[in-house]
C-alpha cells in the first residue's frame, strides 16, 4: 500500500481558507481617545484583575456591535460633555477601529462617547471581582495561619527526629512547596489590592 504523503491528507480536509480582509482585520493599530479617567481606571483594573491584554478587552468590548449601537442610541452629549476628559493612546484591533468608526458615522455618535460607556460595560465585572477580592484576602489569612503552624511542627520535627530523618524530609519538602504557594497567592492579592479603593 502507498504512503499517503503529508500534503496529501491534508489537502483531502476541506476548510474555509483565511481571507485576507480577515487577517488584516487582526493588525494591531494605534488609536488615541479622549477619556475619562475613570474609563481608563477601569479598563487597567479589569485587565490586571482578570489577566487580560487592554487590547483584547478593548476588542471584546468595540466588536459587541449590538451593545455598540444600543450605546449610540442613548448617548447624551450634553452629560457626555460635562466628563472631565483626558487623552490617552490605546493600541487596538484595525477591525475594532472600523467597527468604532462605522457606528459613530452611521449614529452620529461621538466615537469618544461610544469608548467611554462602552468601558463603563467592565462596572459589574469590578464588582465582582471585589467580592472574590476580599475572599481571597480572607483565604490568605488562613493559609498564613497554616503556614505558621506548618513551621512549628517542622521545627519540632527538627528537634526530635533531626534533618536526616525521613518524617522530618518529606515535611520540610512539603512546607517548602506551601512558602513558595504563599509567596505566589501573596504577590497575586497585593497586585489586585487597586480594587479596594476603587
Same mark, same amino acid.
Given at each position: 500500500?502507498?504512503?499517503?504523503?503529508?500534503?496529501?491528507?491534508?489537502?483531502?480536509?476541506?476548510?474555509?481558507?483565511?481571507?485576507?480582509?480577515?487577517?488584516?482585520? *487582526? /493588525?494591531?493599530?494605534?488609536?488615541?481617545?479622549? =477619556?475619562?479617567?475613570?474609563? @481608563?481606571?477601569? !479598563?487597567?483594573? +479589569?485587565?490586571?484583575?482578570?489577566?487580560?491584554?487592554?487590547?483584547?478587552?478593548?476588542?471584546?468590548?468595540?466588536?459587541?456591535?449590538?451593545?455598540?449601537?444600543?450605546?449610540?442610541?442613548?448617548?447624551?452629549?450634553?452629560?457626555?460633555?460635562?466628563?472631565?476628559?483626558?487623552?490617552?493612546?490605546?493600541?487596538?484591533?484595525?477591525?475594532?477601529?472600523?467597527?468604532?468608526?462605522?457606528?459613530? *458615522? /452611521?449614529?452620529?455618535?461621538?466615537?469618544?462617547? =461610544?469608548?467611554?460607556?462602552? @468601558?463603563?460595560? !467592565?462596572?459589574? +465585572?469590578?464588582?465582582?471581582?471585589?467580592?472574590?477580592?476580599?475572599?481571597?484576602?480572607?483565604?490568605?489569612?488562613?493559609?498564613?495561619?497554616?503556614?505558621?503552624?506548618?513551621?512549628?511542627?517542622?521545627?519540632?520535627?527538627?528537634?526530635?527526629?533531626?534533618?536526616?530523618?525521613?518524617?522530618?524530609?518529606?515535611?520540610?519538602?512539603?512546607?517548602?512547596?506551601?512558602?513558595?504557594?504563599?509567596?505566589?497567592?501573596?504577590?497575586?492579592?497585593?497586585?489586585?489590592?487597586?480594587?479596594?479603593?476603587?
Amino acid at each position: 500500500m502507498a504512503k499517503k504523503s503529508e500534503n496529501s491528507t491534508f489537502q483531502e480536509i476541506t476548510l474555509p481558507l483565511p481571507s485576507p480582509a480577515d487577517l488584516r482585520g *487582526r /493588525q494591531s493599530v494605534r488609536a488615541t481617545f479622549k =477619556l475619562s479617567a475613570r474609563a @481608563i481606571d477601569v !479598563l487597567s483594573i +479589569v485587565a490586571t484583575q482578570l489577566g487580560i491584554k487592554q487590547k483584547s478587552l478593548f476588542d471584546h468590548l468595540i466588536e459587541d456591535v449590538q451593545s455598540l449601537n444600543v450605546i449610540a442610541n442613548e448617548i447624551e452629549d450634553e452629560v457626555f460633555d460635562a466628563l472631565d476628559r483626558v487623552q490617552k493612546t490605546f493600541v487596538v484591533s484595525r477591525r475594532t477601529l472600523s467597527c468604532l468608526e462605522q457606528t459613530s *458615522r /452611521q449614529f452620529n455618535a461621538p466615537r469618544d462617547a =461610544l469608548v467611554e460607556y462602552s @468601558i463603563q460595560r !467592565l462596572l459589574p +465585572v469590578i464588582a465582582k471581582e471585589r467580592e472574590r477580592h476580599r475572599k481571597r484576602k480572607a483565604i490568605l489569612n488562613d493559609i498564613n495561619a497554616h503556614l505558621a503552624q506548618g513551621l512549628k511542627i517542622l521545627k519540632k520535627a527538627q528537634s526530635l527526629l533531626g534533618e536526616d530523618d525521613p518524617v522530618y524530609v518529606r515535611f520540610e519538602t512539603a512546607m517548602h512547596s506551601l512558602v513558595n504557594s504563599q509567596s505566589h497567592i501573596e504577590n497575586y492579592v497585593k497586585k489586585g489590592s487597586v480594587i479596594e479603593d476603587f
